[in-house]
């Protein structure tokens, strides 16, 4: 029987911005922080982060809630200067490139894929391949999905253990704050 070779594993939080809750809501914003759960130093290759534009994604039928967009009327003007100040890309472009960079780090790591909630971010993601990729495959494996908010309360780390830095509700300071809560209950 031929052994299996067992690569390195590598952590991935996923962290979105959207327009609407639902599964099919547009994306203002997606981020992928690679991290070890062991180190507090950052995976050397980086990081990706993509600002969407929000043409492309009414133009896929993506959707937008009137709920949603009230909440992000009540952000600090700090967030919402964010992604005015972004470069901006079709939705399409930004999960092709996605989909690469997770594949990319599959050929040399096992993927463990982490967000805050297992229902909202990661669905909409994986919608976003199956959809307008064509993908069947997800770039991980179903059972390397792992749920932060869950990991952290199950050991007692709150959001408010870990000093946040960075710009509230943008995808990339959001993915940095939930690691170091993921590390600091590892």
Not at 57 to 80: I, L, V
Not at 115 to 139: A, I, Q, S, T, W
Not at 155 to 180: L, M, N
């Amino acid at each position: 029987m031929e052994k299996i070779e067992q690569k390195p594993r590598i952590e991935v939080m996923l962290d979105m911005e959207t327009c609407d809750v639902a599964e099919t809501a547009a994306i203002l914003e997606v981020a992928l922080v690679p991290f070890f759960l062991d180190s507090t130093e950052e995976y050397d290759d980086g990081s990706i982060c993509h600002t969407i534009d929000l043409t492309s994604c009414f133009m896929e039928g993506m959707t937008f809630d009137s709920d949603t967009q009230r909440w992000w009327m009540e952000r600090p003007a700090k967030a919402k200067w964010h992604f005015s100040m972004q470069e901006h890309h079709t939705i399409r472009h930004s999960m092709e490139k996605i989909y690469n960079y997770l594949e990319f780090l599959g050929e040399t790591y096992e993927v463990h894929m982490w967000c805050r909630g297992l229902n909202f971010d990661l669905p909409k993601l994986e919608r976003c391949f199956r959809v307008l990729l064509e993908k069947k495959e997800m770039p991980y494996r179903w059972w390397n999905v792992e749920d932060a908010r869950c990991y952290c309360r199950n050991r007692g780390v709150h959001s408010s253990d870990v000093e946040f830095t960075g710009t509230p509700h943008t995808a990339e300071s959001d993915c940095k704050h939930q690691i170091k809560l993921v590390q600091k209950a590892w």
